[in-house]
């Protein structure tokens, strides 16, 4: 099955740097690749997600890059601001029509 | 819309009881998903449902765990007999289509504490 990594496990910025966090995948046959972020208690929500026919999509401050050829796919955030402060998931849609998700991102912004 | 309900919220029971957990999805989505969320496995898929029939299973951790989904609008998972180690956060989630591509609502979630 599907297998997602996902680095780094926990990142610390200073508000209004950018932040970066990135996957692989294992199974090339994956076209779907959702974001979610789940901030503390609560539930994950999608925040941005991209297809395998494109290679990078933008939505405000947050952008999504995905190169199939190495198999993977990064998270940008730009200027970042506290309340971006949460931890972020990765996944990735297999052959098998499920979603694998990765182990997380805690991301916390410093005012 | 209410989107994604689940009951209870917490639940808090001992060794060996039987726990029910349930979800009702957004109305008019035809896939569910049961996900089960702790600090060492991460986010992992139980479950998944569309159109009320349980399409993979293969995420069950054994025996003691089943889902059933009676009707577009109702669906349990049911830990019997429970043990420490089923503590974790337990989501619900729809979706409308069943090719993977479309987004996920994820409900409140409930968290389960087995003592």
């Known amino acids: 099955g599907e297998n997602v990594e996902q680095h780094p496990s926990t990142l610390s910025v200073q508000e209004g740097d950018s932040a970066v966090i990135k996957c692989t995948y294992s199974d090339s046959a994956s076209n779907y690749f959702p974001w979610y972020k789940q901030e503390l208690g609560k539930r994950p929500q999608l925040i941005i997600d991209?297809?395998?026919?494109?290679g990078e999509k933008k939505d405000q401050r947050i952008a999504v890059t995905l190169n199939k050829t190495a198999k993977h796919f990064s998270l940008h955030i730009t200027e970042t601001q506290p309340e971006d402060s949460a931890v972020y998931f990765c996944a990735a849609r297999g052959s098998n029509y499920k979603l694998t998700f990765g182990k997380g991102t805690l991301l916390t912004v410093n005012p | 819309d209410a989107g994604v309900i689940q009951s209870p919220r917490h639940e808090v029971t001992e060794m060996g009881q039987e726990v029910t957990l349930r979800c009702k999805p957004i109305?008019?989505?035809?896939?569910l998903f049961w996900y089960r969320q702790t600090m060492m496995r991460g986010l992992e898929l139980l479950i998944y449902f569309n159109n009320n029939v349980p399409i993979d299973d293969s995420g069950m951790p054994e025996d003691r765990f089943s889902a059933k989904m009676p009707n577009a609008s109702f669906s349990t998972l049911k830990i019997q007999p429970s043990e420490p180690r089923d503590s974790a956060v337990y989501f619900c989630?729809?979706?409308?289509?069943?090719?993977?591509?479309?987004?996920?609502?994820f409900g409140p979630g409930t968290r389960l504490t087995v003592t």
């Open positions: 989630a729809s979706s409308l289509g069943s090719s993977g591509e479309v987004e996920q609502y």
């Open positions: 991209i297809r395998s026919n494109v």
């Open positions: 109305s008019g989505h035809n896939s």
